[in-house]
């Protein structure tokens, strides 16, 4: 599985951990985010982690700025991504299984490592349940298109 893992300057740190850590796990990961602690714009890392995705240059995203909330809300603008900002792995799970999430979003200043390598291993490990849930992922996209 190919991930795309971004971030900006708060997030260096928590970049690296997440980022290992799964590397450790086998999977393939491309870091699109800045390596450094000098100030920058997290739209720049969401976009471009989310044209990664689109694409399907890669399989799925996580994004990391502060709160993990503006990052995301960068990369919802994109279409045919669906990112979700998670505090907790429950969520994380759940955003994939029922909602087809495709990029996981946290945020440095809000969790710790910890629960960071949970809500990752949550996230990749779900699968989408399809059903009833397609409805409704069909019907965001309508919302992207102008057909709804
Ligand atoms: C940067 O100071 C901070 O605003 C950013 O990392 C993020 O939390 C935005 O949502």
Redesign the pocket.
């Known amino acids: 599985m190919k991930i795309v893992i971004g971030n ?4 260096v740190e928590m970049k690296n951990h997440i980022k290992n850590y799964l590397e450790s796990k086998g999977y393939d990961i491309i870091n699109i985010g800045t390596d450094s602690n000098e ?1 920058t714009d ?1 739209p720049i890392y969401g976009k471009k982690a989310a044209d990664m995705v689109a694409s399907g240059e890669c399989d799925c995203g996580i994004l990391i ?7 995301s ?1 960068a990369a919802n603008k994109v279409k045919g991504i669906r990112a979700v900002v998670c505090s907790e792995p429950y969520s994380a799970k759940l955003a994939k299984q029922h909602n087809n999430a495709n990029i996981v979003a946290f ?3 809000v969790i710790g490592p910890a629960t960071a390598e949970m809500i990752v291993d949550e996230f990749l490990n779900a699968e989408f349940e399809g059903g009833r849930h397609q409805k409704r992922i069909d019907m965001i996209s309508a919302i992207e298109t102008g057909q709804m």
């Open positions: 900006d300057h708060v997030a100030r997290y700025c502060g709160t993990g909330v503006g990052i809300l945020g440095a200043r």
